[in-house]
């Protein structure tokens, strides 16, 4: 499985932005999907995941409320919709995918990684 993420950028707090991650392979529907960030000088966290078909979700305590993860099986991406962006969001997002059934933002379960996009939320 290969992932490629978009929709980074520069952003003034309060602002949106939607990040999305393309997977390669026609086996999409049979992979938990996250989205985890790394600040500099931080440890890579998990921010969300997605069930590969169940609808089920799991959000970071810090995001909940600002940030909806969701998939497209039939277009193999999966989305995730940042809204009231703060300066502490700021971070290098990536996208993963684990060939699992249960939810988890553990970054060792995920063998599929993309490359990265950056946010800054700044003014």
């Known amino acids: 499985v290969q992932l490629v993420e978009s929709g980074g950028g520069l952003v003034q707090p309060g602002g949106s932005l939607r990040l999305s991650c393309a997977a390669s392979g026609n086996i999409f529907t049979i992979y938990v999907m996250a989205w985890f960030r790394q600040a500099p000088g931080k440890e890579r966290e998990g921010v969300s995941c997605?069930?590969?078909?169940?609808?089920?979700?799991y959000y970071e305590d810090s995001v909940k409320g600002r940030f909806t993860i969701s998939r497209d099986n039939a277009r193999n991406t999966v989305y995730l919709q940042m809204n009231s962006l703060k300066p502490e969001d700021t971070a290098v997002y990536y996208c993963?995918?684990?060939?699992?059934?249960?939810?988890?933002?553990?970054?060792?379960?995920?063998?599929?990684w993309g490359q990265g996009t950056q946010v800054t939320v700044s003014s």
């Open positions: 993963a995918a684990a060939h699992r059934a249960t939810l988890t933002t553990t970054a060792k379960d995920y063998a599929y």
């Open positions: 997605i069930g590969s078909s169940d609808g089920l979700t």
